[in-house]
């Protein structure tokens, strides 16, 4: 079992994969953001080091899912990840124009072609003013600086991402405004159902009213 957890920038990405791997007993693949030299600039002038940036992340993510993804599967073992490969190329078509996003394209496109597919994704969603304010409660350093119009253009754009997603299977969605999976465990233990039944996993209770698309 291959699943991987997404959702705009703040929506609990993370924190969900690290409370969901004791219950499926899996492996953790967890993306590598901080490593990204250009980020706190890119956050404060994003039409400057937008390319930097993508590109970083694109040859980040592409070797770290290239290197550990097979090898995990491989030995059998479940995996849960905090991202997928396919996200880069959204934050692309946001920071990026002209040549530069044509030439990100070719890129993106030719090292898709060799990273394994999750069997389902979770796509998190909460209301843009949710997220700035756990943005801010985390208060990381190079976030301080992040604009809420970014963020609601990315959860615009992660919407319409996954309302019409399907190249990689499954996608359940789940709304998250009024969950609490880190400090409620009943939130946590329906999301635990909910993954179970998108994956026809045992044990799982009868269907909850939100499905699968």
């Known amino acids: 079992m291959y699943l991987a957890i997404e959702g705009v920038i703040g929506v609990g990405k993370t924190t969900l994969a690290r409370l969901l791997q004791p219950a499926f007993n ?6 590598v953001f901080e490593e990204n030299p250009f980020l706190s600039d890119f956050y404060a002038d994003r039409a400057r080091y937008a390319f930097q940036t993508q590109v970083f992340f694109l040859l980040s993510r592409y070797r770290q899912q290239r290197s550990s993804v097979p090898d995990i599967l491989n030995r059998g073992v479940d995996l849960i990840a905090d991202y997928t490969f396919e996200k880069d190329s959204l934050f692309a078509r946001i920071n990026l124009t002209g040549d530069e996003l044509n030439m990100y394209h070719r890129v993106h496109e030719a090292l898709a072609e060799k990273i394994p597919l999750p069997n389902l994704i979770v796509y998190l969603r909460a209301s843009t003013d949710v997220l700035m304010q756990r943005i801010a409660m985390r208060d990381r350093s190079y976030e301080r600086n992040m604009q809420r119009g970014y963020i609601d253009e990315l959860n615009l754009a992660y919407d319409d991402f996954f309302s019409h997603y399907c190249k990689s299977g499954p996608t359940l969605i789940i709304e998250t405004n009024n969950l609490n999976f880190v400090s409620q465990p009943d939130d946590l233990k329906t999301i635990e159902i909910r993954v179970r039944q998108a994956l026809e996993m045992s ?8 499905g699968v698309k």
């Open 203 to 210: 044990p799982f209770q009868p269907e909850l009213p939100m």
């Open 26 to 31: 899996s492996e953790l693949l967890l993306e």
